[in-house]
Nanobody, 119 residues
Framework: QVQLVESGGGLVQPGGSLRLSCAASRSMSSIYAMGWYRQAPGKQRELVARITSGSTNYADSVKGRFTISKDNAKNTLYLQMNNLKPEDTAVYFC??????????????WGQGTQVTVSS
């Protein structure tokens, strides 16, 4: 299993920046993929950004503004969010996809961190 703890959320004005962090309880080298998802009131949880050992991908709505990265030595995933917009307001969740041979992919989630973009 893997435990995930997000931090870095808060209130920011439009055009501002935040950096979210996700601390994992195990080596990220054993995790198939990690990502950031968000859920706004009344909406489905959606993928924001995802990273594997070989690639990254982003939702169209955040391309050019958000950057996902990881520090394997610190077992930490990051999401740098720039030029934030009110529509970015949501609870942001960290996700880890763990591959177990003979079983498949197991998903783990953090508790979420609130990001509010408002003037």
């Amino acid at each position: 299993q893997v435990q995930l703890v997000e931090s870095g959320g808060g209130l920011v004005q439009p055009g501002g920046s935040l950096r979210l962090s996700c601390a994992a309880s195990r080596s990220m080298s054993s995790i198939y993929a990690m990502g950031w998802y968000r859920q706004a009131p009344g909406k489905q949880r959606e993928l924001v950004a995802r990273i594997t050992s070989g690639s990254t991908n982003y939702a169209d709505s955040v391309k050019g503004r958000f950057t996902i990265s990881k520090d394997n030595a610190k077992n930490t995933l990051y999401l740098q969010m720039n030029n934030l917009k009110p529509e970015d307001t949501a609870v942001y969740f960290c996700n880890a996809a763990l591959l177990r041979i003979g079983v498949g992919i197991l998903d783990y989630w953090g508790q979420g961190t609130q990001v509010t973009v408002s003037s």
